[in-house]
């Protein structure tokens, strides 16, 4: 045998002890022992010492055989007891055989004794085994049955001919009947009361006893819709034999949902992708995707193509071959700020062409994110605006060319406007009256006022418009100018927003403040007396409002602008209706003149 067996012996005679140990050894038992007489000593032994078998006398002077087979079935109910004895009848053998002992051997028969302790050792062993092994089994039928009742799959067990053995709460649950009410039936019919009949009653048993790898997949339509199962089965084999089938069925609705759903993703990326594609090769700009150190990655449309001249295969993995030395250094820092998370529009760069030819491009630029929102790179597009950059330049150039056109016409007609002031001036000499000359003065002020207007648009960049309030000031100065030589203790305040209005409304304006302003020196104020004029321009929401007051001795209580003789006051109201605005008058401490107006 292999390792020492620990035997203990219960022998009080010691002649016996030796003979015993004698037999074992020649019989090639390997073993230690421990011998006892007392059974305090008995009961100690078997705890410290954990025998492997006990060899027990039946009568000892302060002990027994038999007390001693109850104290060890009760410490070590596992282990062999084997009576030794030299006073023991066949009748009292087989009832200790009844009572628990494993066997007895006549001590003028120890010849038998090796044989006997193997024997015992053996089915000792045996009993171990298969102790452990129905544990291990109870331990895995503990551990299958929770996995059975707690399994969220369908779980059914059927016998060869298809009836069921056996289900778990799911099954319950799903079904409404239970575990008692279930086990006999035939797969077929608990098939239906769980499938609602939706699946043909011969189909699931030929999938059952088929040999086919692989799950069957379910489609159920109920009350709460549609739900699918997938279905697998294999055989529980005992002795060679198919002894049960065994049934899993688990809900994969969600996952089906779930693939449907990603089904349907492809689909629409795939279709994504195939719109993008067609935009992007049906698209007159050239678009590229760069690394991040600039190369091109794998991005060059037909229009990158058609617009720089090299194909697709020259560039790929290759920086972008239009740009110069000069202008590398600008794309870079364009690169580098994109990299950093900026989006970049309205980039103009100059580009040279396969063939040498240089173009003008509007380049746009944003970063390229990965699924985890880091920058992979740049994608960027290239417009050829060559055309419309020639186009800009000639419109430039002709422009430049009308507005010195545009000058000169306006300092020609302030030039003839003044030819024909000098003209007034000299036939103005011809005569002596006071109303001619008169006349002849205030004609003079107005083809100034209109003079003023082109000499300040010849002198502004704006060849539209003119800045009013400028030439207000001017114009009032000059009027000043003229007025104070008879004058001199008449002030005049301005006071003017900086208001632009195009030259028609300007003229107009101009000839109004001249004839409300001359008004105010010749009628407003009585001989060696001081006065004020006051001129404003504002904007106001209906457009602006031109007021010119003074603090004169007013209007006539009769006054009647509309019936008036006054040739400057017909021209204020002429040109008023031709700005399509509105004049006001206030009497009072002096006269004041409201002029509401717009341009359309």
Not at 204 to 222: A, C
Not at 409 to 425: C, D, F, G, T, Y
Not at 490 to 512: K, Q, R
Not at 520 to 548: D, M, N, Q, R, W
Request: aromatic residues 6%; contains cysteine.
């Amino acid at each position: 045998m292999g390792n020492n067996v620990r035997i203990l012996i219960l022998e009080d005679v010691p002649l016996d002890l030796e003979l015993m140990e004698t037999e074992l050894k020649r019989d090639g038992i390997s073993f230690v022992s421990r011998c006892v007489e007392e059974e305090e000593e008995f009961r100690r032994e078997i705890i410290d010492f954990q025998p492997e078998i006990i060899l027990a006398d039946h009568s000892l002077p302060h002990f027994d055989g038999i007390s001693a087979m109850y104290i060890a079935q009760d410490i070590s109910p596992e282990t062999p007891f084997i009576f030794v004895s030299g006073q023991m009848g066949e009748e009292f053998a087989v009832e200790m055989l009844k009572k628990g002992a494993t066997d007895y051997v006549l001590k003028h028969n120890l010849s038998k004794l090796g044989h006997s302790v193997k024997r015992a050792l053996k089915e000792a062993e045996y009993h171990r085994n298969k102790k452990e092994a129905e544990e291990r089994l109870a331990k895995n039928e503990k551990k299958y049955r929770a996995l059975f009742e707690l399994s969220p799959d369908y779980v059914v067990v059927l016998d060869p001919d298809g009836r069921v053995l056996d289900i778990n709460h799911r099954v319950e649950e799903a079904s409404e009947i239970s575990r008692d009410d279930i086990v006999g039936k035939e797969v077929n019919e608990l098939a239906n009361i769980l499938l609602n009949d939706t699946i043909d009653e011969n189909s699931i048993f030929e999938f059952l006893t088929s040999n086919q790898i692989g799950p069957m997949e379910i489609k159920v339509e109920g009350d709460s819709g549609i739900e699918y199962i997938e279905v697998h089965h294999a055989p529980i084999i005992r002795e060679g034999k198919t002894f049960a089938i065994q049934i899993i069925g688990r809900d994969i609705t969600q996952r089906k949902k779930a693939e449907n759903a990603l089904i349907e993703s492809k689909k629409h990326l795939h279709n994504l992708n195939t719109y993008l594609e067609a935009i992007i090769n049906a698209s007159p700009f050239a678009i590229v995707d760069l690394y991040p150190d600039g190369r091109v990655k794998s991005l060059w449309n037909p229009a990158a193509e058609s617009i720089f001249g090299w194909k697709k295969t020259e560039v790929l993995g290759k920086p972008l071959p239009f740009l110069n030395e000069n202008k590398l250094i600008k794309y870079e820092n364009i690169i580098s700020n994109v990299l950093s998370g900026e989006f970049k529009s309205d980039l103009e760069l100059e580009c040279a062409r396969n063939d040498g030819e240089l173009i003008y491009t509007m380049m746009a630029t944003a970063p390229l994110l990965n699924v985890d929102n880091n920058i992979q790179g740049v994608m960027a597009t290239f417009a050829d605006i060559s055309d419309m950059i020639m186009a800009e330049k000639q419109i430039k150039a002709s422009l430049e060319e009308k507005e010195v056109l545009l000058r000169e016409i306006h300092h020609r007609v302030k030039n003839n406007l003044q030819i024909i002031s000098s003209l007034m001036s000299l036939q103005s000499e011809y005569t002596q009256e006071p109303e001619t000359l008169k006349m002849f003065q205030e004609s003079k002020n107005r083809i100034r006022s209109m003079a003023l207007i082109h000499e300040k648009l010849y002198q502004s960049e704006d060849m539209a418009h003119i800045n009013f309030g400028e030439y207000l000031k001017s114009l009032v100065e000059m009027l000043s100018s003229f007025h104070k030589e008879k004058r001199n203790d008449v002030d005049v305040c301005l006071n003017c927003d900086n208001v632009f209005l195009e030259i028609d409304t300007a003229i107009s304006m101009g000839l109004i403040v001249n004839e409300l302003v001359s008004n105010c020196f010749k009628h407003a104020f009585p001989p060696e007396t001081k006065g004020l004029i006051e001129i404003s321009l504002s904007t106001v929401p209906e457009g602006y409002l031109l007021e010119v007051a003074d603090d004169g001795v007013g209007l006539p209580d009769n006054f009647d602008l509309e019936n008036t003789n006054s040739l400057g006051l017909l021209i204020v109201q002429t040109l008023t209706m031709q700005l399509k605005g509105s004049l006001e008058i206030e009497k009072g401490n002096g006269a004041i003149f409201k002029l509401v107006f717009n341009e359309e």
